[in-house]
């Protein structure tokens, strides 16, 4: 499902115009990532929490060069889902 596929479902199950709804979407997204990028973390009770998760400084190989490189401790943006959405998934999809 995309971003417009989305707007559409929302915009039709709601009533409100598409514009609307996209820009509410817009903002839901933006507001997320100003929030993770100010070190917070975002927590939706019965969804998930997008949390900000810390990788340690780790050893890496150039393989072109063959040498090895040290990559620095970091920051990546990580979503959980809380336990009602995954049991939601288990029992709802078929296993491919």
Known sequence: MTKADLVSKISEKLGIEKGDVQATIETFMDEVKTSLESGDNVYLRG???????????????NISKNTTIKIPAHNIPAFKPAKVFVEGVKTNVDVK
């Open 47 to 61: 969804f998930g929490s997008f949390i900000i998760k810390t990788r340690a400084e780790k050893t890496g190989r």
